[in-house]
């Protein structure tokens, strides 16, 4: 650029960082009014928001809470308003925005904070429950997570299990749904502390007749590509796998999908399809009715617990029993 006798020249380094300057500066103050809008916000529009995602609807969540749905939904354009972000995606089921899920989660820590609060209070009356949300893939649970949370359910805690599969149950802790899961994940979610609880051993498994007739030769590509293989549900991702540990690439076989572990066991010993059985229950099934397709060694599937860190003596007993249980449940390294 031609520069003329007496013009000034202009630091454009210098002016670059001051606005890099005024850019952070804003960037903290906006932080920093976030903050104290959420320290400030009320405590009846955090549970118009959980009440409304746990419900699905303003109109479930108005019924629940005891008010109309035009006050319930003015808390949420105040809740909004609050934080400037919207947290609420009107769909069907309504469903929280990464700021709703943030949200939903301080609201469930404040509502867990206070029934254990309500419940040290009462404790002589014992008529206060503090509630638990877990999330369990279910294998764990209609195999040995009932069990071990039975005398738990005597107590004043009152459970509420989600069953999801192993691979994306932390999406359920990160969303705020969950206050803990039996994960297959091995990295912690944020603000989340981790258990290795052992692995769980599966055989792939199916009928003799079965095996003789789409396995003759054993486990190959072509086999599997065509063999009818039993899922639990979409999300079921554990025949995968272990078929890709054989194959190392995609097939797309036949599928029947059988959305409970008890049924998912007995359509592969009634010849449904192959399918991968824990140890446990393979062992429960009369001699011949099931065949081992893979002389290997079991499939394992390490498992592990993470919570929300926070002091809660109820979730602490939760977690307690289950990685009790784990040791004698799974198989441990």
């Not at 008010?67 to 009107?90: F, M, P, T, Y």
């Not at 899920?101 to 609060?117: K, M, Y």
Request: charged content about 20%; aromatic content about 6%.
């Amino acid at each position: 650029m031609r520069e003329y006798p007496g013009t000034p020249r202009i630091d454009r380094s210098a002016a670059s960082q001051k606005l890099t300057d005024v850019s952070d500066t804003a960037s903290q103050l906006q932080t920093h009014d976030l903050s104290a809008n959420i320290r400030a916000i009320p405590l009846d529009q955090l549970l118009a928001l959980q009440s409304i995602v746990e419900e699905g609807s303003f109109d479930a969540a108005a019924d629940t809470l005891h008010i109309s749905q035009s006050a319930i939904s003015q808390r949420i354009k105040s809740l909004e308003s609050q934080v400037g972000h919207i947290v609420i995606q009107r769909s069907k089921p309504v469903q929280a925005t990464a700021m709703g899920q943030f949200l939903l989660r301080l609201a469930r820590q404040i509502t867990l904070a206070q029934e254990e609060a309500a419940q040290r209070i009462d404790s002589e009356q014992r008529n206060s429950t503090v509630n638990i949300r877990i999330v369990v893939n279910a294998d764990s649970l209609e195999g040995w997570v009932l069990p071990a949370l039975a005398p738990i359910a005597k107590q004043s805690i009152a459970l509420d299990i989600k069953r999801q599969d192993e691979h994306i149950s932390t999406r359920m802790l990160r969303s705020g749904e969950a206050m803990a899961a039996i994960t297959a994940e091995e990295t912690p979610v944020q603000g989340c502390t981790m258990t290795k609880l052992g692995s769980m051993a599966y055989f792939a498994a199916a009928t003799p007749e079965f095996a003789a007739r789409w396995f003759p030769n054993g486990l190959s590509k072509e086999s599997l590509e065509n063999a009818p293989l039993v899922q639990y549900d979409r999300d079921d991702q554990l025949q995968y796998h272990f078929i890709r540990r054989i194959t190392r690439a995609k097939v797309h076989p036949p599928m029947h999908f059988v959305p409970t572990s008890i049924g998912y066991n007995d359509a592969v010993s009634l010849g449904f399809g192959w399918g991968l059985i824990p140890s446990t229950s393979y062992a429960t099934y009369p001699k011949n009715t099931l065949v081992q397709l893979s002389p290997q060694e079991p499939l394992l599937l390490p498992l592990f617990w993470q919570q929300w860190k926070l002091s809660s003596p109820a979730l602490d007993t939760v977690a307690e029993a289950i990685i009790r249980a784990s040791s004698n449940a799974l198989v441990q390294d």
